[in-house]
């Protein structure tokens, strides 16, 4: 299975979990810590630990690298945000 293939299916079994059908285009994925710490705002060191503790279910790991969905990160941000305020 090519890793797009898997990369593809991890995200829909990640979107599955929040209830909803999954669509995604190519420029919706981030590749490597570096971008995606650039994503959230924050320094490589910060986002490889909150990738290690948990911090962030919408990052999944193909092979060696990181990789994200813009569209899932703003709807966990959204989703904790929301929380805040309730």
């Keep these: 299975m090519p890793a797009n293939e ?8 990640a979107t599955e979990v929040m209830g909803e059908a999954a669509k995604f285009e190519g420029d919706d994925l981030v590749w490597g810590d570096s971008q995606i710490a650039r994503l959230i ?3 490589v060191r910060q986002t490889n630990y909150m990738i ?18 813009r569209r899932l990160a703003r709807e966990h941000f959204r989703a904790l945000l929301e929380g ?3």
Excluded: I, M, Y
């Design 52 to 69: 290690a503790s948990g911090q962030l279910p919408f990052v999944k790991k193909v092979g060696r690298r990181h990789c994200a969905s």
């Design 41 to 43: 705002n924050q320094t």
């Design 6 to 13: 898997k990369l593809v299916r991890a995200l829909v079994e």
């Design 84 to 86: 805040a305020r309730s």
